[in-house]
């Protein structure tokens, strides 16, 4: 496996016929996204619905502010716009949510005559999006997942009696999240469960409500298997530990991560890729299972994740090396390194000090970890701008956002 300065062009390698990238949101996500490319001279243009910190990245060459980037229909239609507009041919596309790779999926044949679109068809994208597929597909290839009900009215959460606690999801995650701005909900006996259902009802309909098994533990029991896959196997990978999570029980998103070592993710992750034809960048999450040592598969995300940008400093510089295969530079597999760890201290912090005053989390063991980590996800040095902006903006996220 060679390491990504062994095969990655430099700068000044490049001719000036080299294009550029289209980064469609840009929260501390989308500017990992634009720091990978921008370190190697390509253009970029970001495109948002949100207040976002990557325009204010040194790297960040364009920004657009359009209303909403929620409809796939609408998505499509201004990027072939700024596209033909901005001269934009041949420009890779990069999603940031799920919602943009379902539109960049069902709309790849016409997005694929103006742009690179390494997201792939609905085929293989079906696989992600609703969760009641993702399940059935996985256990259908012997891969453990949670115990799922689907109920379709009141009456189907009796079937439910005696299993407590569990976790009221949806199956589209979207529909639920920007709704409610949570990722599931804890329900601890019938009466609390039906409340919830009735709740849940307001943002999604029942087919898209889940009930699953609560897998005891926090982020610590939480992995994932990051890949760039291609023609079914994996060009670029890593496995990583979600150490926090914010909130600590259902975190919507990492706080403090680690790489480690875990060949059976490896092999479960594989096998689940191959059978969806997958190519491009995913992350699948997996928690494991404490009353029988089980990994059971969460999620599959179709995309670039939060703190992807723990990639570069393991060796693995996700973005970039998919932005290679897809202007057609040879991309030499590699994988990253364990033990190196990345941190979002503006979220991390409150997880630390409630964990703290619970006792979840141990003070002592706590400050270390503030002083170890290797890559924090938007603070930089070289690029400071968009750390000062994210600090201002901390209203505005948590009320857009939930953070």
């Given at each position: ?11 000044n ?54 209303p ?45 005559q ?17 969760k ?15 115990h ?17 606690p ?24 019938p009466v ?16 898209e ?13 939480q ?21 926090r ?108 000090v ?22 924090e ?22 009320i857009?956002?939930?953070?």
């Open positions: 496996m060679g390491t990504l300065r062994n095969h990655i062009k430099k700068n390698d490049w001719g000036a016929e080299r294009p550029g990238a289209v980064i469609i949101g840009g929260d501390y996500q989308g500017l990992g996204i634009v720091r990978s490319l921008g370190r190697y001279g390509v253009p970029i243009f970001l495109v948002d619905d949100e207040s976002s910190i990557a325009k204010y990245s040194r790297y960040t060459r364009f920004s657009y502010r359009v909403s980037l929620r409809d796939p229909d609408t998505t499509a239609q201004i990027l072939m716009k700024l596209g033909r507009e901005r001269g934009l041919n041949g420009w890779v596309l990069y999603p940031t949510r799920d919602e943009t790779v379902a539109a960049l999926s069902t709309h790849r044949s016409e997005l694929s103006l742009f690179r679109v390494p997201t792939p068809a609905w085929e293989s994208v079906k696989w992600l999006w609703d009641r597929n993702t399940y059935r597909l996985a256990q259908s290839l012997g891969i453990p997942t949670p799922n009900w689907y109920p379709r009215d009141m009456q189907d959460l009796e079937a439910i009696d005696g299993h407590f569990v976790v009221l999801k949806p199956a589209i995650k979207e529909h639920f999240i920007y709704g409610t701005k949570d990722k599931a909900w804890r329900a601890d006996n609390q469960l039906r409340q919830l259902f009735e709740r849940a009802l307001r943002y999604v309909p029942a087919d409500i889940m009930i699953q098994d609560l897998i005891p533990g926090d982020g610590r029991c992995y994932a298997y990051c890949s760039f896959f291609k023609q079914g196997d994996s060009i670029a990978s890593l496995v990583a530990c979600r150490r999570q914010h909130p600590l029980e259902f975190g919507r998103a990492s706080t403090y991560v680690e790489t480690v070592d875990a060949p059976l993710l490896e092999e479960y992750s594989l096998h689940f890729l191959r059978a969806i034809d997958f190519y491009g960048l995913v992350e699948l999450e997996y928690k494991r299972d404490p009353r029988d040592a089980q990994y059971r598969l969460l999620d599959v995300n179709g995309r670039t994740w939060g703190y992807h940008t723990i990639g570069r400093q393991a060796g693995v510089d996700f973005p970039y090396l998919l932005f290679s295969d897809q202007v057609n530079e040879p991309v030499v597999p590699c994988r990253g390194k364990v033990g190196v760890r990345w941190i979002r201290l503006l979220t991390d912090l409150p997880v630390g409630v964990g703290i005053l619970t006792g979840q989390i141990k003070c002592r063991e706590y400050l270390r970890t503030l002083r170890d980590y290797h890559e996800a938007v603070f930089s040095r070289e690029d400071p701008l968009p750390g000062f902006m994210e600090l201002a903006l901390v209203p505005y996220l948590s857009k956002r939930g953070f």
